[in-house]
C-alpha cells in the first residue's frame, strides 16, 4: 500500500473524526478546525475522487435535507483500507517522532 | 445568491469529475447560506467569488491531468505507428504536402490576378470606352464625352508612343513604354505624384512625368523638376514624379508626356483612331445611362457613310480589363479568365486527389490496425474515443503536411513566378487573413480526410476483429475503387489537356504564316532622320550574307495601325494599316498576287497603296490594280492600288487574319520603328557584330539594340507557353501523387492476397500469370477512369482552343496516346509490387499459422 500524501491523511482523519456526518461542508470545516488550512471544494474533490478511487472511501448519498432545498447530501466514509491505511500513517508519525517532545537548535 | 454568481458557479462546477458536480455545488450554496447569515451578503458574496477562483486551477488542472495523459497515449501510439511504417506514412504525408503546395501556389497566382488595377481609389467607378473589338478611339472621343455627359466626372486617353529613346545630358536610353496622356489622368487613376502639382501637371504641351525608378535612373543626384529631357523628337520640362506603375496594374508606362505636344492632343481628330479612352463617372451606377447614349454619341460625331462599318461603342470596367478584355491594340499583356479557371479547377482537383490519396492509404493502413482497435474497445474504450483518437491522428498528419507545404511552396516560390512571369512576393500576401484561413483550411482536410477512416475503423466489433475477419466488405471496395477512379480520371484528363496545349502551341509556332520569320535581323526603337537610314541601308548592303534591308513601321507581331480607307464607289473599308519601303516583300519575302510592290522605277508608288488578299476577297474588289481610294489619315489622301499581296498572318494566331493595307510610309513623317535585315548566314555572331558597327558609324550617340524576328513573332505566345508549362507541371505532379497513392494502395492489397498467391503458385501458377492477377485488378478501374476522362477532356479542351482562331482538331491518337500512358504508368506503379509478391517462395507465406 502507497504511503498517504499529507493531504490525504488530513481528509481522512477529518472523515473519521466526523463519524456518520462527513459531507463536503463539514469536512471543509473540519480541516479548517484541526490545521488551519482553507482547502477550496475543488481542492477537496479532486482528492476526494482519488481516494474513492483507491478504495479508501465510499460514497453514499443520504435522505434529502430541507437545508440543501430538497436535495440529498453526499456522505463519505473510511473503508477498511482507508482504516488500515490511516493505522499505517499513525505508526510511521509515530516513528519518526519517537522520545522527541519539543526540539532543540544544536550546534555542532 | 445572484444570478450571475449562480451561473458562474455552474459553470466552475461542469468542470468537477463526473457525477460529483452537484455535491460540489450543494456544499458550496450551503457554506454560502451559513456566511450569509452569520456575515452578511457582500461578505458571504466575497468568499463565494474568492472561493471560486481559488477553485479554478486545482479544478481545470485535475480535469486536464487525465486527458493530457490520454493524449499522450494517443501521441505515442501515433507515432509509433508513423514510424513502423514508414513507406506509408512518407507517401501520405508528402502525397498532402505536394496537394497543399499546388493549391497554395495556384492560390496566390488566382488572388494576384484577381487583384489587377484594385489599387486605384475609384476603381469602381473608372471605364475604359472602347470601339467594336478594339481598344483604340479617336482622340477627340475623350474631350467630347467630357463635353457631352453630365454623368462624367473626368475623361482622359492614353496614346501609345511605344519606346522612344531618352536623352538627359549625356545619358541617353531606351524607354518603354512611353504614354501620352492629359492632366485628368491623375485625377482618375491613383498615381501618387511625388513631386509636382497634381492639379497642373501635363496641362502645358512639352511636359512629362517621369516615374520613380526613371527619374532616379536620369537624375541620380539632382532635382529633376523643371529640367529639360529629349524623348524621341521632341523637347520636355520635367512636371513631376510619381511612384513606379503597380505590377498588378494592366497597362504600365516609364514616363506620361503631355497629348497637347501633338496636333492630336490640339486638335479634334475623329477619322483616326490609337487612342485607349478613359472616363471616371460620379458614381459606378451612372454606366448604364451612359450606355444607352453611347449611339447617339457615335452618330453625332463619328464619320458614319456605311452602316456596315459603323464603329460600336462600348465600355468596359475598370477591374474586368486584365482578365476579360482580349481586344486588339491593348496597352499591355492581358490574362485570362480561362486561365484562372482551369488554374483553380486544377487547384481544387489537385488538393482532392490529395486527400483521396490520404483517405485511401489511412484506411487501407488502419485494416493493419483493426486488433489495436479491437484490443481498445475490449479494454473500454468507446466509439467516441476511437473516432477521436484516429481524427486526431489524421489532423496530426495534415498539419505536419501543411508544414511540410509551407515550406515547399516558400522554396518553390520564386521558380514558380518565373513560370508564371508574374512577381508574387511572398511580402505582397495579407498575411494576416491568409494564415489562419489556410491552417483552417488545412484542419478541415483533416478532418475530412480522417472522418471516413475514424467512423469507419470505429465500427468493428472486438469480436469480429479478433477472430481474424478481414473486415472491409463490399462497400470499402467500392469506395476505395471509385477513389483510385476519380483519381485516375483527373490525371488522363491533364495528360490529354497537356497534349492538347502542346500540339496547339507546335501548331501557333509551325503554321504556315505567309512570310519566311527566320534569318531576319531587327534593330529596334530607332528614331534616326531617314537618311541615316538610308545610309545604313546602303552600308549593311555591302556584306555578302546581307540579302535586303528594309526600314518599315510596322513588322508582324508588333502591332499596326487601324484605317479607314474609301473606294471610288464610296465605300468604306475599314482596315489595318502598314507602313513601309520599297524593299519590304523582299526582307519578309511575301508573295505579290497581282501588281507589284512599291517600286523606285514608278515615281507615283509612294502615293501607292497593297492591299492583301483578304481585302481584295472581303469586300469584293474586282480588278483591284489601278483602282483609285482616298485614305484618311487625319485629312483625306488620294491613292491608288498598285498591288495585292498574299495573305500573311500580320497578328498572332489568336486573331482570324483580317484586311491589310500596307502605305509607302517613308519621307512622311509617319515614322521608322524598325530596319530589318534579311540574312543568309551560318556565322550570326559575326554578322550581329558586323550590322552593330555600321550602325554606330551612323549614329554614334544611339544605342544599339536588336533582336531575330522569329523571337519577337513568337513572344505573341509567352501566355500559352506559360499555361503549356505550368499545365506540363501540373499534369506531372497530379500523375506522380496519383501513383504514389496507387502505389500504397497496391501494397496494402497484395499485403492482403499473399497467401492467396502462395497456394495459388503451390498449384501451379506461373509468375506471369500471378503478376496478372494481381495487376489487372487495378488495370480495369484505370481504363474506366480513362474512358471516363474522354467526354471530359474533350469538353474542357475545345473550351480553351475557343482562344486561337488557328486550332488543332482533337484527333483520336491524342486520346489513345494518353490512355496507353496512363495505363502504362499505373501498370509500372502496381506491377512493381505484384511481380516481388509474384516472385516470392510460397514457402514462406505459407509456414505461418
Redesign the interface.
Known amino acids: 500500500m502507497k504511503e498517504l500524501s499529507k493531504a490525504e491523511e488530513m481528509i481522512l482523519l477529518a472523515i473519521y473524526r466526523l463519524d456518520d456526518n462527513a459531507?463536503?461542508?463539514t469536512i471543509?470545516q473540519k480541516i479548517h478546525e484541526i490545521s488551519g488550512k482553507d482547502y477550496?471544494?475543488?481542492?477537496l474533490?479532486?482528492i476526494?475522487?482519488q481516494m474513492v478511487n483507491k478504495n479508501y472511501l465510499i460514497r453514499e448519498k443520504g435522505q434529502p435535507t430541507s437545508?440543501?432545498?430538497g436535495?440529498s447530501?453526499?456522505f463519505y466514509y473510511l473503508t477498511q483500507t482507508g482504516v488500515d491505511a490511516l493505522n499505517k500513517a499513525l505508526e510511521i508519525h509515530q516513528r519518526i517522532w519517537q522520545g522527541i517532545s519539543k526540539l532543540t537548535f544544536k550546534k555542532s | 445568491m445572484s444570478s450571475l454568481s449562480n451561473f458562474i458557479l455552474k459553470m466552475v462546477s461542469r468542470l468537477i469529475a463526473n457525477g460529483q458536480q452537484a455535491s460540489f455545488r450543494d456544499d458550496l450554496t450551503e457554506e454560502f447560506y451559513i456566511r450569509l447569515q452569520s456575515d452578511g451578503q457582500r461578505s458571504a458574496l466575497f468568499w463565494l467569488w474568492i472561493h471560486l477562483i481559488r477553485s479554478l486551477p486545482t479544478v481545470v488542472g485535475f480535469q486536464l491531468f487525465w486527458r493530457i495523459i490520454m493524449w499522450k497515449h494517443y501521441l505515442k501510439t501515433s507515432f509509433r505507428m508513423l514510424f513502423k511504417t514508414k513507406g506509408y506514412s512518407s507517401i501520405n504525408i508528402f502525397g498532402l504536402a505536394v496537394g497543399f503546395a499546388c493549391s497554395m501556389l495556384i492560390g496566390l497566382f488566382v488572388s494576384y490576378e484577381l487583384s489587377y488595377d484594385r489599387f486605384h481609389v475609384n476603381a469602381d467607378r473608372i471605364f475604359r470606352v472602347t470601339m467594336t473589338d478594339e481598344v483604340s478611339t479617336p482622340p477627340a472621343m475623350a474631350r467630347a464625352l467630357a463635353r457631352d455627359f453630365p454623368e462624367i466626372e473626368y475623361a482622359t486617353c492614353f496614346s501609345n508612343l511605344r519606346i522612344q529613346p531618352v536623352k538627359y545630358e549625356e545619358h541617353i536610353f531606351y524607354e518603354s513604354p512611353v504614354l501620352g496622356t492629359t492632366n485628368e489622368c491623375f485625377h482618375i487613376f491613383s498615381f501618387k505624384l511625388l513631386a509636382g502639382d497634381r492639379n497642373t501637371v501635363l496641362k502645358e504641351p512639352n511636359t512629362v512625368v517621369l516615374t520613380e525608378s526613371m527619374s532616379t535612373k536620369y537624375f541620380p543626384n539632382e532635382d529633376p523638376l523643371h529640367k529639360m529631357i529629349i524623348i524621341g523628337d521632341n523637347t520636355y520640362r520635367v512636371d513631376g514624379v510619381m511612384e513606379d506603375v503597380p505590377e498588378n496594374a494592366h497597362f504600365t508606362f516609364r514616363c506620361l508626356v503631355s497629348n497637347k505636344t501633338f496636333p492630336w492632343g490640339r486638335e479634334d481628330w475623329w477619322n483616326t483612331s490609337f487612342m485607349s479612352t478613359y472616363v471616371m463617372l460620379h458614381h459606378p451606377t451612372d454606366i448604364t445611362s451612359l450606355n444607352d447614349k453611347l449611339p447617339d454619341f457615335e452618330t453625332k460625331y463619328v464619320y458614319d457613310g456605311d452602316p456596315d462599318h459603323k464603329p460600336l461603342y462600348m465600355s468596359q470596367p475598370l477591374t474586368s480589363i486584365h482578365l476579360h478584355s482580349h481586344l486588339r491594340f491593348e496597352l499591355g499583356q492581358n490574362g485570362d479568365y480561362k486561365n484562372i479557371i482551369i488554374f483553380t479547377t486544377a487547384a481544387i482537383f489537385m488538393i482532392i486527389i490529395a486527400c483521396i490519396n490520404f483517405m485511401n492509404l489511412t484506411t487501407a493502413r488502419s485494416l493493419v490496425r483493426v486488433r489495436e482497435i479491437g484490443i481498445r474497445k475490449t479494454v473500454g474504450s468507446t466509439r467516441k474515443q476511437l473516432i477521436h483518437q484516429f481524427l486526431g491522428e489524421s489532423l496530426l498528419l495534415s498539419l505536419v503536411a501543411f508544414i511540410i507545404g509551407i515550406m515547399m511552396v516558400l522554396f518553390l516560390l520564386p521558380t514558380f513566378c518565373h513560370l508564371i512571369g508574374k512577381p508574387i512576393g511572398i511580402g505582397s500576401i495579407n498575411m494576416d487573413l491568409v494564415l489562419p484561413g489556410l491552417i483552417g483550411f488545412s484542419l478541415m482536410i483533416g478532418l475530412l480526410a480522417g472522418v471516413y477512416p475514424a467512423i469507419f475503423l470505429s465500427s468493428y466489433s472486438p469480436v469480429q476483429v479478433m477472430k481474424n475477419v478481414h473486415a472491409g466488405g463490399k462497400r470499402s471496395v467500392i469506395f476505395r475503387n471509385g477513389m483510385v477512379i476519380f483519381q485516375f480520371l483527373v490525371s488522363s484528363t491533364l495528360i490529354i489537356g497537356t497534349l492538347t496545349v502542346y500540339r496547339q502551341l507546335h501548331l501557333i509556332q509551325n503554321k504556315n504564316i505567309g512570310f519566311d520569320k527566320e534569318q531576319v535581323l531587327v534593330i529596334k526603337n530607332l528614331h534616326p532622320d531617314i537618311l541615316k537610314s538610308e545610309a545604313l541601308k546602303q552600308r549593311l548592303l555591302q556584306h555578302p550574307d546581307v540579302v535586303a534591308v528594309s526600314a518599315s513601321g510596322n513588322l508582324p507581331g508588333k502591332g499596326n495601325g487601324r484605317n479607314w480607307i474609301a473606294t471610288e464607289d464610296e465605300d468604306t473599308l475599314i482596315v489595318n494599316s502598314y507602313f513601309t519601303d520599297f524593299n519590304y516583300a523582299d526582307v519578309l519575302q511575301l508573295q505579290l498576287i497581282e501588281g507589284r510592290f512599291f517600286s523606285r522605277e514608278f515615281s507615283t508608288d509612294t502615293a501607292g497603296i497593297i492591299l492583301n488578299a483578304h481585302a481584295v476577297r472581303a469586300n469584293n474588289i474586282k480588278d483591284p490594280v489601278g483602282k483609285r481610294v482616298t485614305f484618311y489619315y487625319g485629312r483625306p489622301i488620294p491613292m491608288t492600288v498598285i498591288g495585292v499581296v498574299e495573305d500573311f498572318h500580320f497578328e498572332s494566331l489568336h486573331q482570324p487574319l483580317t484586311s491589310l493595307a500596307i502605305f509607302y510610309g517613308i519621307n512622311k513623317g509617319w515614322g521608322i520603328n524598325f530596319i530589318s535585315v534579311r540574312l543568309r548566314t551560318e556565322h550570326m555572331q559575326n554578322l550581329v557584330k558586323f550590322v552593330e558597327q555600321e550602325w554606330k558609324a551612323v549614329n554614334p550617340a544611339m544605342p544599339f539594340d536588336y533582336s531575330f524576328l522569329d523571337d519577337e513573332y513568337d513572344a505573341m505566345y509567352t501566355n500559352e507557353i506559360r499555361t503549356g508549362k505550368v499545365a506540363f507541371v501540373f499534369c506531372l505532379l497530379a500523375v506522380a501523387v496519383s501513383c504514389l497513392g496507387l502505389f500504397g494502395l497496391s501494397i496494402f492489397i497484395i499485403e492482403q492476397r499473399v497467401k492467396e498467391i502462395g497456394i495459388r503458385k503451390v498449384l501451379g501458377e506461373s509468375i506471369i500469370g500471378a503478376v496478372w492477377l494481381l495487376s489487372c485488378q487495378s488495370l480495369k478501374w484505370i481504363i474506366l477512369a480513362f474512358v471516363l476522362s474522354i467526354p471530359l477532356s474533350l469538353f474542357v479542351m475545345q473550351h480553351w482552343l475557343q482562344n486561337f482562331a488557328y486550332r488543332v482538331s482533337m484527333d483520336p491518337w491524342i486520346f489513345l496516346l494518353s490512355g496507353a500512358l496512363a495505363v502504362l504508368i499505373a501498370f509500372l506503379t502496381v506491377s512493381t509490387r505484384s511481380i516481388k509478391a509474384a516472385m516470392a517462395n510460397p514457402v514462406d507465406s505459407l509456414r505461418t499459422e
Open positions: 459531507y463536503g461542508v471543509r477550496t471544494y475543488g481542492t474533490y479532486g476526494l475522487e437545508e440543501r432545498g436535495r447530501k453526499t
